[in-house]
Protein backbone atom coordinates (compact mmCIF):
# COMPACT_ATOMS: atom_id res chain seq x y z
CA UNK A 1 0.00 0.00 0.00
CA UNK A 2 1.41 2.92 -1.15
CA UNK A 3 1.71 5.68 1.36
CA UNK A 4 -0.90 7.85 -0.10
CA UNK A 5 -3.56 5.39 0.61
CA UNK A 6 -2.37 4.51 4.04
CA UNK A 7 -5.29 5.88 6.10
CA UNK A 8 -3.61 8.04 8.62
CA UNK A 9 -4.47 8.18 12.30
CA UNK A 10 -2.26 10.96 13.95
CA UNK A 11 -4.97 10.63 16.94
CA UNK A 12 -5.30 7.01 18.45
CA UNK A 13 -8.73 7.73 20.63
CA UNK A 14 -8.09 7.99 23.96
CA UNK A 15 -10.62 9.64 25.80
CA UNK A 16 -13.44 12.38 25.82
CA UNK A 17 -13.30 16.21 24.94
CA UNK A 18 -11.72 17.69 22.21
CA UNK A 19 -9.14 14.77 21.60
CA UNK A 20 -11.57 12.20 20.87
CA UNK A 21 -13.57 14.32 18.52
CA UNK A 22 -10.58 15.26 16.64
CA UNK A 23 -9.70 11.32 16.96
CA UNK A 24 -12.93 10.12 15.63
CA UNK A 25 -13.80 13.49 13.03
CA UNK A 26 -11.26 11.58 10.59
CA UNK A 27 -11.71 14.54 8.06
CA UNK A 28 -9.72 16.74 10.44
CA UNK A 29 -6.05 17.19 9.00
CA UNK A 30 -5.35 20.32 11.18
CA UNK A 31 -4.40 22.63 8.28
CA UNK A 32 -5.66 25.08 10.88
CA UNK A 33 -2.44 25.02 12.69
CA UNK A 34 -0.60 26.26 10.47
CA UNK A 35 -1.53 29.91 11.73
CA UNK A 36 0.09 29.05 15.17
CA UNK A 37 3.55 27.61 13.70
CA UNK A 38 3.49 31.38 11.10
CA UNK A 39 2.97 33.35 14.41
CA UNK A 40 5.51 31.71 16.41
CA UNK A 41 8.18 31.90 13.53
CA UNK A 42 6.55 35.70 12.84
CA UNK A 43 7.33 36.47 16.85
CA UNK A 44 10.74 34.82 16.36
CA UNK A 45 12.22 37.06 13.61
CA UNK A 46 10.42 40.13 14.27
CA UNK A 47 9.21 43.29 11.59
CA UNK A 48 11.35 45.50 10.51
CA UNK A 49 9.42 48.63 8.64
CA UNK A 50 11.30 51.54 6.82
CA UNK A 51 9.72 55.02 6.40
CA UNK A 52 10.96 57.99 4.34
CA UNK A 53 10.37 61.57 5.06
CA UNK A 54 10.17 63.54 1.60
CA UNK A 55 9.55 67.24 0.87
CA UNK A 56 10.31 70.47 0.69
CA UNK A 57 12.71 72.69 3.35
CA UNK A 58 10.94 72.99 6.68
CA UNK A 59 7.65 71.38 6.69
CA UNK A 60 8.12 69.36 9.39
CA UNK A 61 9.70 66.14 8.10
CA UNK A 62 11.99 65.78 11.10
CA UNK A 63 9.66 66.61 13.99
CA UNK A 64 6.87 64.21 12.43
CA UNK A 65 10.02 61.76 12.13
CA UNK A 66 10.32 62.69 16.61
CA UNK A 67 6.32 62.53 16.82
CA UNK A 68 6.15 59.20 15.87
CA UNK A 69 8.95 58.01 17.98
CA UNK A 70 7.33 59.79 20.92
CA UNK A 71 3.19 58.87 20.07
CA UNK A 72 2.23 56.04 21.58
CA UNK A 73 3.89 53.75 19.04
CA UNK A 74 7.40 53.76 21.57
CA UNK A 75 6.61 56.18 23.91
CA UNK A 76 8.96 53.56 26.25
CA UNK A 77 11.62 53.48 24.07
CA UNK A 78 12.62 57.16 23.94
CA UNK A 79 14.55 59.17 26.23
CA UNK A 80 13.48 62.83 27.43
CA UNK A 81 15.13 65.23 25.61
CA UNK A 82 12.69 67.72 26.22
CA UNK A 83 13.93 71.46 24.79
CA UNK A 84 16.16 70.24 22.07
CA UNK A 85 15.13 72.19 18.67
CA UNK A 86 15.31 70.18 15.78
CA UNK A 87 18.18 71.78 13.36
CA UNK A 88 17.66 72.01 9.15
CA UNK A 89 18.40 68.34 8.28
CA UNK A 90 21.62 68.29 5.69
CA UNK A 91 21.86 64.73 4.87
CA UNK A 92 20.09 61.71 4.66
CA UNK A 93 19.69 59.83 8.02
CA UNK A 94 18.12 56.71 9.61
CA UNK A 95 17.02 56.65 13.05
CA UNK A 96 16.07 52.72 14.31
CA UNK A 97 14.27 52.10 17.30
CA UNK A 98 13.31 48.53 18.76
CA UNK A 99 9.56 48.44 19.87
CA UNK A 100 8.36 45.73 21.98
CA UNK A 101 4.30 45.42 22.64
CA UNK A 102 2.48 42.19 24.01
CA UNK A 103 5.79 40.13 23.16
CA UNK A 104 6.03 41.23 19.55
CA UNK A 105 9.44 42.63 17.97
CA UNK A 106 9.52 45.43 15.46
CA UNK A 107 12.34 47.55 14.30
CA UNK A 108 10.81 51.23 13.27
CA UNK A 109 13.40 52.82 10.63
CA UNK A 110 12.79 56.35 9.99
CA UNK A 111 14.55 57.82 7.14
CA UNK A 112 15.13 61.38 7.44
CA UNK A 113 15.95 63.39 4.02
CA UNK A 114 17.29 67.35 3.65
CA UNK A 115 14.37 69.32 2.53
CA UNK A 116 14.29 70.51 -1.39
CA UNK A 117 13.00 73.32 -2.42
CA UNK A 118 15.63 76.18 -1.49
CA UNK A 119 17.65 76.18 -4.19
CA UNK A 120 17.38 78.57 -7.52
CA UNK A 121 17.45 76.13 -9.32
CA UNK A 122 15.35 73.07 -7.77
CA UNK A 123 15.30 70.71 -11.30
CA UNK A 124 16.63 67.51 -10.24
CA UNK A 125 16.06 67.64 -6.93
CA UNK A 126 14.38 64.31 -6.71
CA UNK A 127 17.80 62.58 -7.77
CA UNK A 128 19.54 61.67 -4.21
CA UNK A 129 16.35 60.60 -3.19
CA UNK A 130 15.85 58.49 -5.94
CA UNK A 131 19.52 57.35 -5.69
CA UNK A 132 18.92 56.42 -1.93
CA UNK A 133 16.18 54.31 -2.63
CA UNK A 134 17.67 52.66 -5.93
CA UNK A 135 21.15 51.68 -4.09
CA UNK A 136 18.93 50.01 -0.85
CA UNK A 137 17.12 47.78 -3.86
CA UNK A 138 20.52 47.45 -5.15
CA UNK A 139 22.19 46.41 -1.87
CA UNK A 140 19.42 43.96 -1.55
CA UNK A 141 19.77 42.42 -5.07
CA UNK A 142 23.90 41.91 -4.66
CA UNK A 143 23.16 39.93 -1.15
CA UNK A 144 20.11 37.77 -3.03
CA UNK A 145 22.67 37.42 -6.19
CA UNK A 146 25.17 36.02 -3.73
CA UNK A 147 26.24 32.32 -4.43
CA UNK A 148 26.07 31.68 -0.65
CA UNK A 149 23.26 34.39 0.20
CA UNK A 150 22.42 34.96 3.91
CA UNK A 151 19.38 33.30 5.16
CA UNK A 152 17.85 36.53 5.82
CA UNK A 153 18.93 39.43 4.01
CA UNK A 154 18.93 42.80 6.08
CA UNK A 155 15.99 44.86 4.40
CA UNK A 156 17.29 48.29 4.02
CA UNK A 157 15.00 49.10 1.29
CA UNK A 158 12.61 52.23 1.72
CA UNK A 159 8.72 50.47 2.60
CA UNK A 160 7.03 53.58 2.40
CA UNK A 161 7.72 57.52 1.41
CA UNK A 162 5.94 60.21 3.37
CA UNK A 163 5.79 62.64 1.02
CA UNK A 164 5.24 66.30 2.67
CA UNK A 165 2.60 68.55 0.63
CA UNK A 166 3.22 72.28 1.72
CA UNK A 167 -0.32 73.49 2.99
CA UNK A 168 -0.81 76.48 0.55
CA UNK A 169 -4.74 75.79 0.44
CA UNK A 170 -4.49 76.25 -3.81
CA UNK A 171 -3.14 73.45 -4.95
CA UNK A 172 -0.13 70.93 -5.77
CA UNK A 173 3.01 72.82 -7.12
CA UNK A 174 4.80 71.33 -10.37
CA UNK A 175 7.64 70.30 -8.03
CA UNK A 176 5.44 68.32 -6.19
CA UNK A 177 3.33 66.48 -8.70
CA UNK A 178 6.89 65.96 -10.60
CA UNK A 179 8.34 64.70 -7.42
CA UNK A 180 5.54 62.02 -6.59
CA UNK A 181 5.33 61.25 -10.14
CA UNK A 182 9.05 59.76 -9.91
CA UNK A 183 8.69 58.69 -6.30
CA UNK A 184 5.37 56.55 -7.20
CA UNK A 185 6.64 54.73 -9.44
CA UNK A 186 9.70 53.23 -7.07
CA UNK A 187 7.92 53.22 -4.07
CA UNK A 188 4.74 53.32 -1.86
CA UNK A 189 4.37 57.04 -1.35
CA UNK A 190 1.79 58.71 1.41
CA UNK A 191 0.94 61.90 0.80
CA UNK A 192 0.24 64.21 4.23
CA UNK A 193 -0.63 67.79 4.09
CA UNK A 194 2.36 69.41 6.32
CA UNK A 195 1.57 71.89 9.48
CA UNK A 196 -2.18 71.07 8.86
CA UNK A 197 -2.44 73.13 11.83
CA UNK A 198 -2.54 76.48 9.24
CA UNK A 199 -5.30 75.74 7.81
CA UNK A 200 -8.92 76.37 9.17
CA UNK A 201 -11.36 73.03 8.79
CA UNK A 202 -12.87 73.89 5.56
CA UNK A 203 -9.36 74.83 3.92
CA UNK A 204 -8.40 71.53 5.09
CA UNK A 205 -11.32 69.47 3.15
CA UNK A 206 -11.42 71.57 0.18
CA UNK A 207 -7.35 71.05 0.01
CA UNK A 208 -7.75 67.79 0.20
CA UNK A 209 -10.30 67.16 -2.25
CA UNK A 210 -8.12 69.18 -4.41
CA UNK A 211 -5.21 67.22 -4.45
CA UNK A 212 -6.95 63.74 -4.81
CA UNK A 213 -8.41 65.17 -8.29
CA UNK A 214 -4.62 66.38 -9.10
CA UNK A 215 -2.84 62.90 -8.11
CA UNK A 216 -5.80 61.49 -10.32
CA UNK A 217 -5.01 64.07 -12.87
CA UNK A 218 -1.39 63.61 -13.37
CA UNK A 219 -1.68 59.56 -13.06
CA UNK A 220 -0.10 59.40 -9.85
CA UNK A 221 -0.72 56.48 -8.01
CA UNK A 222 -0.18 56.83 -3.84
CA UNK A 223 -0.66 53.81 -1.27
CA UNK A 224 -2.74 52.07 -1.33
CA UNK A 225 -2.76 51.52 -4.76
CA UNK A 226 -5.87 50.41 -6.29
CA UNK A 227 -4.87 48.13 -8.54
CA UNK A 228 -3.22 45.77 -5.70
CA UNK A 229 -6.42 45.35 -3.93
CA UNK A 230 -7.31 41.64 -3.86
CA UNK A 231 -10.18 41.22 -3.50
CA UNK A 232 -13.65 43.13 -2.61
CA UNK A 233 -13.23 43.29 1.37
CA UNK A 234 -9.71 45.08 0.05
CA UNK A 235 -11.04 47.37 -2.14
CA UNK A 236 -13.58 48.54 0.45
CA UNK A 237 -10.92 49.04 3.43
CA UNK A 238 -9.05 50.67 0.89
CA UNK A 239 -11.45 52.95 -0.50
CA UNK A 240 -11.77 54.53 3.15
CA UNK A 241 -8.00 55.56 2.58
CA UNK A 242 -8.19 56.50 -0.48
CA UNK A 243 -11.00 59.00 0.53
CA UNK A 244 -8.97 59.48 3.65
CA UNK A 245 -5.80 60.64 1.68
CA UNK A 246 -3.69 63.19 1.88
CA UNK A 247 -3.45 62.77 5.66
CA UNK A 248 -3.66 66.26 7.50
CA UNK A 249 -0.69 66.17 10.12
CA UNK A 250 0.32 68.11 12.89
CA UNK A 251 4.24 67.02 14.17
CA UNK A 252 5.58 68.07 17.72
CA UNK A 253 8.23 66.29 19.84
CA UNK A 254 7.13 68.56 23.17
CA UNK A 255 5.11 66.89 25.60
CA UNK A 256 2.75 68.50 27.98
CA UNK A 257 0.76 67.93 30.94
CA UNK A 258 -3.21 67.82 30.42
CA UNK A 259 -5.78 67.06 33.17
CA UNK A 260 -3.03 64.54 34.19
CA UNK A 261 -2.18 63.09 31.07
CA UNK A 262 0.96 63.20 29.01
CA UNK A 263 -0.15 64.25 25.45
CA UNK A 264 1.75 65.68 22.50
CA UNK A 265 1.15 68.64 21.02
CA UNK A 266 1.77 72.18 19.78
CA UNK A 267 0.59 74.82 22.41
CA UNK A 268 -0.56 77.99 21.15
CA UNK A 269 -2.18 81.28 22.89
CA UNK A 270 -5.61 79.62 22.50
CA UNK A 271 -4.91 76.68 22.96
CA UNK A 272 -3.05 73.30 22.46
CA UNK A 273 -3.36 70.87 19.56
CA UNK A 274 -3.26 67.43 20.25
CA UNK A 275 -0.72 65.40 17.59
CA UNK A 276 -2.91 62.08 18.45
CA UNK A 277 -6.48 63.13 19.02
CA UNK A 278 -8.24 62.96 15.96
CA UNK A 279 -10.25 65.35 16.34
CA UNK A 280 -7.44 67.56 15.68
CA UNK A 281 -5.12 66.27 12.83
CA UNK A 282 -5.02 62.78 11.34
CA UNK A 283 -1.50 61.89 12.65
CA UNK A 284 -2.85 59.07 14.46
CA UNK A 285 -4.70 57.59 11.14
CA UNK A 286 -1.31 57.72 9.39
CA UNK A 287 0.25 55.72 11.88
CA UNK A 288 -2.34 53.54 11.93
CA UNK A 289 -2.15 52.70 8.57
CA UNK A 290 1.60 52.60 8.67
CA UNK A 291 1.64 50.22 11.72
CA UNK A 292 -1.56 49.19 12.85
CA UNK A 293 -3.67 48.00 9.43
CA UNK A 294 -1.30 48.26 6.19
CA UNK A 295 2.49 47.27 7.82
CA UNK A 296 2.33 43.77 5.72
CA UNK A 297 0.70 44.63 3.15
CA UNK A 298 2.92 47.94 2.27
CA UNK A 299 5.81 45.37 2.77
CA UNK A 300 4.51 43.00 0.13
CA UNK A 301 3.89 45.70 -2.40
CA UNK A 302 7.61 46.92 -2.05
CA UNK A 303 8.86 43.42 -2.65
CA UNK A 304 6.41 42.02 -5.18
CA UNK A 305 5.87 45.02 -6.82
CA UNK A 306 8.73 48.26 -6.70
CA UNK A 307 11.83 46.21 -5.61
CA UNK A 308 10.92 43.07 -8.32
CA UNK A 309 10.75 45.81 -11.01
CA UNK A 310 13.90 47.01 -10.62
CA UNK A 311 15.28 43.36 -10.35
CA UNK A 312 14.14 42.31 -13.81
CA UNK A 313 15.15 45.79 -14.76
CA UNK A 314 18.97 45.36 -13.65
CA UNK A 315 18.89 41.24 -14.69
CA UNK A 316 17.91 42.49 -18.09
CA UNK A 317 20.71 44.89 -17.89
CA UNK A 318 23.18 42.11 -16.44
CA UNK A 319 21.69 39.72 -19.26
CA UNK A 320 22.17 42.46 -22.39
CA UNK A 321 26.35 42.06 -21.11
CA UNK A 322 25.87 38.34 -20.35
CA UNK A 323 29.72 37.35 -21.03
CA UNK A 324 31.17 39.44 -18.74
CA UNK A 325 29.65 37.96 -15.82
CA UNK A 326 30.88 34.59 -14.63
CA UNK A 327 28.47 31.82 -15.44
CA UNK A 328 27.79 30.74 -12.15
CA UNK A 329 26.71 33.98 -11.11
CA UNK A 330 24.36 34.46 -13.62
CA UNK A 331 22.37 31.34 -12.43
CA UNK A 332 22.05 32.59 -8.78
CA UNK A 333 20.72 35.84 -10.34
CA UNK A 334 17.63 33.86 -12.21
CA UNK A 335 16.79 32.16 -8.29
CA UNK A 336 14.25 34.15 -7.03
N1 LIG B 1 2.72 75.03 12.90
C1 LIG B 1 3.45 73.92 12.78
N2 LIG B 1 4.78 74.00 12.83
C2 LIG B 1 5.50 72.86 12.72
C3 LIG B 1 4.87 71.59 12.53
N3 LIG B 1 5.83 70.65 12.45
C4 LIG B 1 7.01 71.29 12.59
N4 LIG B 1 6.82 72.61 12.75
C5 LIG B 1 7.86 73.63 12.93
O1 LIG B 1 8.46 73.89 11.67
C6 LIG B 1 9.86 74.14 11.80
C7 LIG B 1 10.66 73.20 10.89
O2 LIG B 1 10.50 71.89 11.32
P1 LIG B 1 11.49 70.69 10.87
O3 LIG B 1 10.94 69.45 11.45
O4 LIG B 1 12.90 71.02 11.16
O5 LIG B 1 11.27 70.72 9.29
P2 LIG B 1 12.01 69.84 8.19
O6 LIG B 1 10.99 69.52 7.16
O7 LIG B 1 12.71 68.69 8.83
O8 LIG B 1 13.07 70.87 7.61
P3 LIG B 1 14.41 70.52 6.77
O9 LIG B 1 15.24 69.66 7.65
O10 LIG B 1 15.02 71.85 6.47
O11 LIG B 1 13.98 69.84 5.54
C8 LIG B 1 10.16 73.96 13.30
O12 LIG B 1 10.18 75.20 13.90
C9 LIG B 1 9.01 73.13 13.81
O13 LIG B 1 8.73 73.36 15.18
C10 LIG B 1 3.43 71.55 12.46
O14 LIG B 1 2.80 70.52 12.28
N5 LIG B 1 2.78 72.76 12.59
MG1 LIG C 1 14.63 68.08 8.80
Given at each position: ??????????????????????????????????????????????????????????????????????????????????????????????????????????????????????????????????????DQYEAYLQEEINI?RK??IP?S??????????????????????????????????????????????????????????????????????????????????????????????????????????????????????????????????????????????????????????R??R???S??????????Q??AM???
Amino acid sequence: MSDYTKPHHPNPPHGKGDKAHHASDFSYVGIDAILEQMRRKAMKQGFELNIMVVGQSGLGKSTLMNTLFKSKVSRKSVEPNAEDRIPKTVEIKSISHDIEEKGVRMKLTVIDTPGFGDQINNENCWQPIMKFINDQYEAYLQEEINIDRKKRIPDSRVHCCIYFIPPTGHCLRPLDVEFMKRLSKVVNIVPVIAKADTLTLEERDYFKQTIREELRANDIDVYPQKEFDEDAEDRMINDKIREMIPFAVVGSDQEYQENGKRILGRRTKWGTIEVENIAHCEFAYLRDLLIRTHMQNIKDITGSIHYETYRVRRLNESNSHLSSHPPEQMCAMIVP
